[in-house]
């Protein structure tokens, strides 16, 4: 079946400091990948997206990159805020009838000023 | 646009009590999920209608939990008797019917604590 495997948290920075989250996974055919974002006290919301391989998605300074050949989904951004602290959840979507998104642990990121 | 609302936020119950959970998702959007989360975990998809018809409910324990969305709208999560181990969180999302598969609207949750 589908999985999807995160970093474990917590993780803690610095203000400015660089992010990498790491994603991998496992399913068939061809998934599309998420980032979803869980700040206190709020819903998740999704933070990027890609639907296919080499595609890159992009939203409020973070990245990732669909890498087919590692089966993988890093999370990255070039200096973090303080505002950046929040729970961070990769997930898959592998269609066809079995329509479930299918999540990560989550990873918890605290940026310290 | 206001997004998907859940209520309560917070519910604390003794054990073999029963309890509701109550969504309105996003205006339009037809495609409605619930989701569990527990503490330290990514959501799991409990139940997942479209419209009013549970095309997914595979993994929702039946015996004891149940789920209603009347005219394709609203929909209530219920637990029947609740134990122990159903302290989590309760998210419900939504999605239109026509989006990029996998992106949903998730509500802030209901939290459940089962003393």
Known sequence: ???????????TLSEEAFL??????????YPSLF???QYPGEGLQLL?????????GSNKGFEATYRKETTSFHLEKGSVQ??????????????GSNYKLTFGKGTLLTVNP | EAGVVQSPRYKIIEKKQPVAFWCNPISGHNTLYWYLQNLGQGPELLIRYENEEAVDDSQLPKDRFSAERLKGVDSTLKIQPAELGDSAVYLCASSPAVTVAGELFFGEGSRLTVL
């Open chain 1, 48 to 56: 990027l997206k890609a639907t296919k391989a080499d595609d890159k």
């Open chain 1, 20 to 29: 990498t989250i790491n994603c991998t996974y496992t399913a068939t055919g």
């Open chain 1, 35 to 37: 980032w979803y974002v």
């Open chain 1, 82 to 95: 303080v505002s950046d602290s929040a729970v961070y959840f990769c997930a898959l979507y592998s269609g």
């Open chain 1, 1 to 11: 079946g589908n999985s999807v495997t995160q970093m474990e948290g917590p993780v």
